[in-house]
């Protein structure tokens, strides 16, 4: 068998098919049967070999060759660095207008997630579309076709765009602003003038939004994932609203009118005004719901929601449908069964398919119906409530605002098995929460839908009145039976992993604007872009993901490190940024891509490699830590198919007299076909497959090694200049140990000082001195005016009395009964006004010795 195995590799062109049989030796059947044998073969290597080039010249395209040849000729492209792009060194400033007040950060790049870069010029009003190349030549360069093609509207824009995003198959644009809102289509016909390309442009929900009648303001627009089509709009008159842009973009296709406020309530003007909006992602429930941010902190949540038309996959959605078929109706509660029914017969009806299981099993997709229960409207389930934990207070728990500020942004985090949801506030921080139970749908019965539908009975649109559950909802607590929950139309409690502070400057009253982006690599590590500039949070515990794994990990908090500073100097104001999102390719590598308002763009390399590596390591435990990690995550560079080896050749049964069998006899050519047959099926073909595998992963595995080389020596470098730096770090411990042991002795005679010992101030007391402080700026002057005014008085009183007595003692001899009554009216206003000055003269002493000790104190 050692002989077998030693042949050479030939070219990939050369067919490796056996020497053809003498057919003359051959019956007619043997003839007809080895003809068709060798037609098959020769397909199936014709077929495999086809397909193994072309998978090969997918992946590994020649940059070098020549384009395809086109009638019309076209300008030669050069590619360039992508922060090197003529179009991002202009001089020209997009620095955003207005009166100094801070702004939220405008957004004006997109990606259509494969070649295609988009950039709208807020000073030329057109949009700029740059053709991509990630990773090549080198895997961490991102480069840029030059020139960059210009796509200007058929209409003009007269708003300022703050946004733009792209959908979900690139074919359209949104531009969103705050006094207008259009799509851009992203195909057009040329331009004889300037070679640019005219796009059609429409207005969305003209009649609703931004006209002279009212002035409605779209805090949030997006794309629904699961369409090309349909675009969600939360606007500030509490109304979120679905529009199918190939229908109708003028009419909403879903109204959903929201009722956050019990009525009969009161509450603040900001548990009523929409912020935020997010869909949810790819798990259970959640694809079918919308999370709603108020200004107060609160979220709410309704499901289901379904864009007609939209495409789901058959075994996500037959999931949910068993799931409610499993618990619903077997439960002792008739609420729960209730529920399940309804959420059952909603998915029946938008998804016809799932009642024909048997016959429809082999689909791979479903499309979603226009449907929409006659009797029931959407219930707004929230606001979501903390769990509580142990004997933790329950107004803790239903007290939503924990950061300061007010609410600006909320994002939705599917990693994993959890769904993640961020609320960033006004004050810097960042609420970090996950959903501690499955959401589930929930209508109010009772509350009918306005449908619009055609002249066949079929439904164009819908409008329902979505109101929160009366009532109180009770307090959820871990320890509580799933059996108490489950179908209750309970809105599912939150668990708080953490609250991230961004330490931002607070200069301005109304704090800061904050978005955040996903990492489309590691959904563990969260972006927050403010004014300051960018931060990356990544989460090192999600409690799902762990809980499923079956190992206890040790609960750690997000870690948060700077990604870009916009600050020039350390007390210089931040300049914001006009554009960012962040880029990916098939190998592992990510970019952030940002535009600073200079016009610059800058291309951060991000490193998702050993983030989620826990810090410490048990040293006894290393080597099989390590072990256990490499075969957990083995390296995807070879495929596991070629590792396992040929497969096992299995010789086919012969007759015991085979070694007397001539090679020349039809029974030896049978038999060495048959082996020749088996040799190449398993060998031969296998050689071939690995020919192709290290031909196209050569130039990979050769940047992977010289990056790792490249590291290495970095890190050699890097030791070697701690190793320098080793004794001047001894000596600055020894200072800071010297200098600590200082600050103590000096801590330790403060505590000796009388002042150490004073006892906080009673409730009373702190009373006494909130009224003091409002004395102090408010009344204080006018009082001080007021006593010297009184002293000034009693002064000239006093100095008129004593001089005018005996003039008039002289002069009016017949009136003494009259001037000693006024006498006498003088003296007891004297002793008024003397007891007033004590009393206030006593107020003000007690005034300026409470200003002396706050002085003193502070």
């Known amino acids: 068998m050692s002989h077998l195995l030693m042949f050479h590799l030939p070219k990939p062109e050369t067919s490796f098919l056996p020497p053809a049989p003498n057919r003359s030796l051959l019956s007619p059947h043997q003839q007809s049967k080895e003809t068709r044998k060798k037609k098959r073969t020769q397909r199936t290597a014709v077929s495999k070999q086809n397909k193994m080039r072309f998978n090969f010249e997918l992946t590994e395209p020649n940059l070098d060759s020549s384009p395809r040849k086109s009638p019309t000729p076209k300008e030669d492209i050069q590619w360039v660095p992508l922060q090197n792009h003529p179009l991002f060194t202009s001089s020209a400033s997009t620095s955003p207008e207005g009166d100094g007040s801070p702004q939220p950060p405008s957004n004006l790049l997109a990606w259509d997630g494969a070649s295609r870069l988009y950039y709208w010029d ?39 765009v703050n946004k733009i995003s792209i959908n979900r198959n690139g074919s359209a644009l949104l531009l969103s602003g705050a006094n207008g809102l259009c799509v851009m289509y992203l195909y057009g016909r040329s331009s004889d003038k300037d070679n640019s390309i005219i796009c059609r442009t429409v207005s969305i929900g003209s009649q609703i939004y931004f006209n002279e009648r009212n002035v409605i303001h779209t805090p949030k627009v997006l794309w629904h994932p699961y369409s090309d089509t349909h675009l969600g709009i939360l606007s500030s008159d509490l109304v979120f609203r679905l529009f199918d842009l190939s229908s109708d973009v003028l009419q909403p296709e879903q109204e959903y009118y929201l009722q956050p406020v019990e009525s009969g309530r009161s509450r603040n003007a900001a548990s009523i005004c929409p912020v935020d909006f997010s869909f949810g992602g790819d798990h259970l429930w959640d694809r079918f719901s919308v999370f709603l941010l108020f200004r107060d902190g609160s979220v709410y949540i309704l499901c289901p929601i379904v864009p007609f038309g939209s495409v789901y996959k058959w075994e996500y959605v037959l999931e949910i449908y068993s799931d ?10 008739p609420v729960a069964v209730n529920n399940s029914n309804m959420a059952i017969s909603w998915l029946e009806a938008t998804f016809p398919e799932l009642a024909h299981e048997s016959k429809e099993g082999g689909l791979s997709t479903l499309k979603a119906h226009p449907y929409a229960v006659f009797d029931a409207s959407l219930c707004l389930q929230g606001p979501l409530r903390k769990v509580c934990q142990g004997g933790e207070d329950e107004d803790l728990a239903v007290r939503g605002a924990e950061c300061e500020g007010r609410a600006v942004s909320f994002l939705y ?59 109180e909802l009770p307090v959820v607590k871990l320890d509580q039976p799933h059996d108490h929950t489950v179908w209750l139309g309970h809105p599912p409690p939150l668990l708080r992993l953490a609250i991230v502070d961004l330490a931002l400057p607070r200069k301005t009253e109304s704090g800061s604007h ?34 499923s794994s079956g190992k206890d990990e040790t609960v750690r908090t997000p870690s948060v490190h700077p990604v870009l500073s916009t600050c020039q100097v350390e007390n210089s104001a931040p300049s914001p940024l006009c554009g960012f999102l962040a880029l990916s390719d098939s190998f592992g590598y990510s970019w952030i891509v940002v535009i600073t308002s200079n016009q610059e763009c800058v291309v951060l390399e991000m490193k998702t490699l050993n983030l989620l590596v826990p810090v410490h390591v048990d040293m006894l435990k290393t080597s099989a830590s390590s072990e256990e990690w490499t075969n957990r995550n083995p390296p995807d560079i070879i495929s596991k198919e ?80 701690a190793e320098k730096q080793q004794s001047g770090l001894e000596e600055r411990i020894n200072r800071a140990m010297q200098r600590h042991n200082l600050l103590e002795q000096r801590l330790h005679s403060l505590r000796n000082l009388p002042g150490a010992d004073k006892k906080p101030l009673s409730k009373a007391e702190r009373e006494f001195k909130s009224d003091l402080d409002q004395f102090t700026e408010v009344e204080l002057d006018a009082l001080r005016t007021s006593i010297d005014t009184l002293r000034a008085r009693l002064r000239r009183f006093t100095q008129s009395s004593k001089g005018g007595i005996p003039n008039q003692q002289s002069k009016i001899v017949g009136r003494n009964n009259v001037l000693d009554a006024q006498i006498s009216q003088l003296k007891s206003s004297i002793a008024k006004l003397s007891l007033v000055n004590t009393e206030n003269t006593k107020k003000v002493e007690a005034l300026e010795s409470v200003l002396k000790n706050r002085e003193s104190n502070r």
């Open 642 to 721: 070629l590792l396992s080896g040929p497969k096992v050749v299995l010789v086919a049964q012969g007759s015991p007299n085979l070694r007397s069998v001539a090679a020349d006899s039809i029974e030896g050519r049978s038999t060495l076909h048959q082996y020749l047959n088996l040799f190449h099926e398993n060998y031969v073909e296998y050689a071939h497959k690995v020919y192709f595998e290290l031909k196209h992963h050569g130039p990979q595995l050769k940047r992977i090694i010289d990056d790792q080389h490249a590291r290495l020596g970095e890190a050699q470098e890097k030791l070697s200049k």
């Open 514 to 547: 904050i978005s955040m982006f996903v990492d489309p690599l590691m959904p563990e590590r969260i972006y927050s872009v403010h004014d300051g500039g960018i931060d990356s949070i990544v989460l090192h515990f999600l409690p799902f993901t762990s809980q």
């Open 413 to 471: 985090d599917l990693a994993s098995k959890d769904s993640i949801l961020v609320t960033a506030w006004s004050g810097g921080q960042l609420q970090i929460d996950a959903l501690a139970d499955e959401i589930q749908p929930v209508w109010t019965v009772g509350s009918a839908p306005r449908l619009r539908v055609n002249s066949h009975n079929h439904i164009l649109g819908l409008a329902m009145l979505c109101e929160s559950i009366l009532g």
């Open 122 to 160: 807020s000073n030329l009003r057109c949009l700029h579309r740059i053709s991509i190349r990630l990773g090549d030549p080198e895997p961490s360069s991102v480069l840029a076709a030059l020139p960059s093609k210009v796509l200007h509207t058929d209409v003009e824009v007269n708003f300022k």
């Open 324 to 333: 409610a078929e499993t618990f619903g109706p077997k439960s002792a509660n």
